[in-house]
């Protein structure tokens, strides 16, 4: 692909399971027409889905015409890098896989607020819920 990630390596996948990303191609990919820009590789934590749900932004609820499943805890989602920015600031940050989040989150979000929240995903990401 040739793009990077936000640690100056190659992009690595978000996750398929559901199938995550602006293109829905499991990767946090970004181009033009991604204006939200859906940057950051989140794992889904009760609180974070709660929060987006608070800000009118509804990761829950499926909606199947925009091929979107709803989201659970340990989901690994393409998050967009304002909403993921607005989370941090009300302290309910999503942990953030770096390898998986592309390098044009940092245009919206300081690098040290991902590390902040920086996590090794397990092999069993359904394990993590917070």
Same mark, same amino acid.
Do not use: K
């Given at each position: 692909?040739?793009?990077?990630?936000? &640690?100056?390596?190659?992009?690595? *996948?978000?996750?398929?399971?559901?199938?995550? =990303?602006?293109?829905?191609?499991?990767?946090?990919?970004?181009?033009?027409?991604?204006?939200?820009?859906?940057?950051?590789?989140?794992?889904?934590? *009760?609180?974070?889905?709660?929060? &987006?749900?608070?800000? =009118?932004?509804?990761?829950?609820?499926?909606?199947? &015409?925009?091929?979107?499943?709803?989201? /659970?805890? =340990?989901? %690994?989602?393409?998050?967009?890098?304002?909403?993921?920015? %607005?989370?941090?600031?009300? =302290?309910?940050?999503?942990? /953030? /896989?770096?390898?998986?989040?592309?390098?044009?989150?940092?245009? /919206?979000?300081?690098?040290?607020?991902?590390?902040?929240?920086?996590?090794?995903?397990?092999?069993?990401?359904?394990?993590?819920?917070?």
């Amino acid at each position: 692909m040739g793009e990077r990630n936000v &640690q100056g390596g190659d992009l690595e *996948s978000c996750g398929d399971d559901p199938v995550t =990303g602006f293109f829905r191609n499991g990767c946090c990919s970004t181009g033009p027409e991604d204006l939200g820009s859906h940057t950051i590789c989140a794992v889904m934590t *009760s609180e974070f889905l709660a929060h &987006q749900r608070r800000i =009118g932004n509804d990761l829950s609820t499926p909606v199947p &015409q925009f091929r979107f499943p709803g989201l /659970v805890p =340990g989901d %690994r989602w393409c998050v967009t890098a304002a909403n993921w920015l %607005r989370a941090h600031h009300d =302290g309910v940050a999503a942990p /953030v /896989v770096l390898a998986s989040t592309h390098e044009r989150a940092l245009e /919206v979000v300081p690098l040290a607020a991902l590390e902040e929240h920086a996590v090794d995903v397990p092999a069993d990401p359904g394990a993590l819920d917070g």
